[in-house]
């Protein structure tokens, strides 16, 4: 595996980002604004700027056939961006949430998304052909805190969502109209909007890997990762053996296992990267002279990894055979 | 529902945005027992924590204290400060420089590192000051509890000897000395275990 692209794109907290399927053009949310980034020769640059929103924006998704960007923010609203020839053109979604707006992905199918809230509910928004406008469903029992993040099943009406009260729970998201009816699963046969698949708690603050069995039943097995590191922020299965973890350590780990158990198999971080950390030769004059004006000899405000703090969003940024990630950085 | 608002004029002053509508909606935090979003406490009842206390203390006499501090943080007594003083009593009776060693031993130890994890709770349950007093055994003692800065540990050091305060003293050094000792080997994720962990001893 090749070392990792950097690329600085400013000096503010990366909140979401999304990359399009060709992966020319990057989506960056920047306070009230998402900036996009077209890939000319290696490097991003700032092509376009979508302002629509009042509040910090908190979650950004390109759907990856229609090119459709939707966003959310704190203001408590979510806009889809629709591309034309002359730009994007944003259509407000009325979410009726009466908190802000966490967290938001396009279902695999991308005739609607799912819009996590501080107000208990996932919104999960689809386009009404009749009145030409995008409405919400509230998921919201047994909701009983802040969602901070969602993730679809392939079959577009499974939504998995993560909570502040240490709750994953699966839901189905069935929309008449809109879904074609989904093959049976472990997770349930007939799925009306709103039936819970699933709901499991994580105690030990690390990472907890659930495998169904069948419908109504108990998991197969239920497997607590406790590392040594700070916690995570946001994670990927890189394939069904493998996941990618990456929080406040600033850095990415790596696990694997099966049922039978999961570890950790170490960082993706290389070591002995050139241009960090390498060790400048100090004459005794400077090592004196840095000891006298900073009281210490060696410069030590920077990690050694390659973000310089704590790693909000881990996204999937290529996958054939073995999966590229992408991070999104803070700086 | 419409989605069209009708607008009134007092819609349209901003007086509406002070409202705690946190109050006015049921389902809000407010309003329900937040205890009720994990399941309850594994019960235990008050024989068996006697039960475990002589076991400990029986091991701790016949010299066996990695077994002793494995009893107890095997089983690990929630909401009771009964056990949290054996636990004192068996941190207190380890030296410094057996730590280390037996630390890395039961981290080794299938399970050792959610052992660590309960080891650090017991830890943390020492954070309040008026605890340790009580686990000390002061209220026994009879001494009254005064809530004045010299309840730190840090205060301490022109005490008295002999003094009460000592004991106080060189109690929480201990108990600070085995924090870091445990940090070191079960590493900052054990704190935030502690934290989020809904299982208070």
Known sequence: ?331 | MSIIQQHTSASLSDAWRTINIDALDPDSSQNFDTTSLHPPLPEINEADVRQLNAQVRQLLRGGDAEGALRGCLETPVYNGSESAKTVTEVLQSIKASDMSPMLERIHQSPGGSELLDVLIKYLYAWQPLPAPVVLLGWREAGHRVPLTPQQTGFSQVGSRPGSTNESTGAAMSVILSWHEKVIDIAGLGSIGRCMTDWRKV
């Open chain 1, 1 to 331: 595996m090749s070392g990792p692209e950097v690329h600085h794109l400013f000096h503010r907290p990366i909140a979401d980002h999304s990359f399009s399927a060709d992966r020319k053009i990057l989506a960056v949310a920047k306070d009230s604004a998402v900036e996009l980034y077209g890939k000319v020769a290696g490097a991003f640059k700032l092509k376009d700027e979508l302002k629509g929103h009042d509040k910090t924006i908190t979650g950004v998704d390109i759907a990856p056939n229609s090119g459709r960007i939707v966003t959310c923010s704190q203001d408590r609203n979510a806009l889809v961006w629709e591309p034309s020839s002359t730009g994007y053109k944003p259509t407000l979604v009325l979410l009726r949430i009466a908190r802000a707006a966490t967290f938001v992905r396009w279902s695999p199918s991308e005739t609607k998304f799912a819009v996590g809230s501080g107000d208990r509910v996932i919104a999960v928004c689809y386009f009404e052909e009749e009145n030409d406008w995008w409405v919400s469903k509230h998921l919201k029992k047994p909701i009983r805190s802040t969602i901070t993040t969602v993730s679809w099943h392939p079959n577009g009406v499974l939504l998995a969502a993560g909570s502040t009260d240490a709750h994953a729970r699966v839901f189905s998201s069935f929309i008449k109209g809109v879904d074609a009816r989904p093959d049976p699963s472990v997770w349930g046969e007939r799925l009306p909007f709103n039936t819970v698949c699933g709901e499991f708690m994580n105690n030990s603050a690390g990472i907890t890997v659930v495998y169904p069995t069948a419908p109504e039943q108990p998991p197969r097995a239920v497997i607590s990762i406790n590392t040594q590191l700070l916690p995570f922020m946001s994670l990927i299965w890189s394939s069904e053996s493998e996941i990618v973890a990456a929080g406040y350590d600033c850095e990415a780990f790596r696990f694997q296992g099966d049922a039978s158990g999961w570890q950790l198999s170490g960082t993706l971080e290389s070591k002995g990267r050139p241009g960090l950390g390498d060790a400048r030769e100090e004459s005794a004059l400077n090592m004196f002279k840095q000891m006298d004006l900073k009281g210490k000899a060696k410069d030590d405000t920077q990690l050694k990894t390659v973000h310089q703090n704590t790693i909000s969003t881990v996204r999937e940024y290529e996958s054939n055979d073995g999966n590229v990630t992408q991070f999104s950085s803070k700086s």
